[in-house]
């Protein structure tokens, strides 16, 4: 591909200036200037670096909270990418998962909180029954030094099924954004290159095209 596109918060993106080594945290964060998702261990404990991938399968969009310090940068390509930038609405009223946590006082330093927000809205958009068990799992992803985890799991449990928000209605449009946009199997940046093979077939044929940059790790 020449350039990684994507969608940011519903606006197409592309980057073709970045290496492909370059994480999608330090991407949204140094390039987008969209300080709003944190980094705390950078190696997928803590979960503050959390965002939402949309990715389209069967035609519809499927939402996954991941950690942006753990994806390299091509692996955005036609993806929805939502950050808590994001989540309030046009006319700054707050997404009902921020809500939910202000209303159970379930942030204190603040740190931690845009990651759980985003976890809990991919946990929002699921459709999964807000058991004890379940709501757990959703969070485990997520650590929290200083509010305690009874109220966020409260929050949680409190936006498991409702009030919809706009995005119920948004998620066709951007889906047949993403279908607009190319998809590619290969980013090149400068001696960095990035293969993104989409079958097998395509993964042997890029191992047998390039077996001394896979084996680089290039
Ligand atoms: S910064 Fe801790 S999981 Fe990404
Ligand atoms: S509110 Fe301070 S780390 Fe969670």
């Known amino acids: 591909m020449s350039a990684v596109r994507f969608l940011l918060n519903g606006t197409p ?6 290496p492909p080594s370059m994480t ?3 991407w949204l964060r140094t ?3 969209l300080t709003g998702t944190k980094e705390g261990c ?7 670096c959390t965002i939402v991938l949309g990715r389209r399968i069967d035609g519809s969009l499927q939402l ?7 994806m390299m940068l091509p692996q955005i390509d036609n993806c929805a990418v939502l950050t808590i930038e994001g989540l309030a609405g046009p006319d700054g009223a707050l997404h009902p998962v921020q809500q939910a946590l202000v209303d159970a006082d379930a942030t204190q330093c603040g740190f931690c909180t845009p990651g759980f927000v985003m976890a809990m809205f991919a946990f929002h958009h699921g459709g999964e029954p807000a058991d004890t068990a379940i709501v757990h799992e959703a969070l485990a992803g997520n650590l929290c030094r200083c509010t305690g985890y009874r109220p966020i799991a409260a929050a949680c449990r409190r936006v498991a099924h409702g009030p919809a928000d706009r995005f119920v209605a948004e998620l066709p449009a951007l889906a047949d954004a993403l279908s607009a946009l190319p998809v590619a ?9 990035f293969l993104a093979p989409r079958s097998l077939a395509a993964l042997f044929a890029a191992m047998a095209q ?5 084996a680089r790790g290039r």
């Open 185 to 193: 199997a290969d980013y090149r940046y400068d001696e960095q290159t």
């Open 31 to 33: 390039r987008a200037h």
């Open 13 to 18: 993106c592309s980057e073709d200036g970045a």
């Open 210 to 214: 390039a077996p001394n940059d896979l």
């Open 24 to 26: 999608v945290l330090d």
């Open 42 to 48: 950078a190696e997928g404990d803590c979960g503050a």
């Open 64 to 70: 996954r909270a991941v950690n942006s310090c753990l």
